[in-house]
């Protein structure tokens, strides 16, 4: 049975940070890629950034040059550092694995609020 556990989301301060982490576990095909995507009430899911198997990396363009996207290949676990973090970055967030299958696994989604 696959696994998706998500966890570091949280209440943070306009220009703080946050690391997100999704550990990945049961997956019997290789990996092609993990990483995040985010979305808000009334819009569709986002892609903020994924990382694959290579090592190459998509990072969104609403995100660019704040965050960063990194891999453990040993754990299955992908890390999302968030860095200069804004109200418009508020949002769930949810940790994404796509297989050689192909399949796509979701996490149960991290709620990321960023307030005064």
């Known amino acids: 049975q696959v696994q998706l556990v998500e966890s570091g989301g949280g209440l943070v301060q306009p220009g703080g940070s946050l690391r997100l982490s999704c550990a990945a576990s049961?997956?019997?095909?290789?990996?092609?890629?993990m990483g995040w995507y985010r979305q808000t009430p009334g819009n569709q899911r986002e892609m903020v950034a994924i990382i694959f198997s290579g090592g190459s990396t998509s990072i969104g363009d609403s995100v660019k040059d704040r965050f960063t996207i990194s891999r453990d290949n040993v754990k299955n676990t992908v890390y999302l550092q968030m860095n200069s973090l804004s109200p418009e970055d508020t949002a769930v967030y949810y940790c994404?694995?796509?297989?050689?299958?192909?399949?796509?696994?979701w996490g149960q989604g991290t709620q990321v609020t960023v307030s005064a």
């Open positions: 049961g997956i019997k095909f290789g990996i092609r890629g």
């Open positions: 994404y694995v796509s297989t050689t299958l192909p399949r796509t696994y």
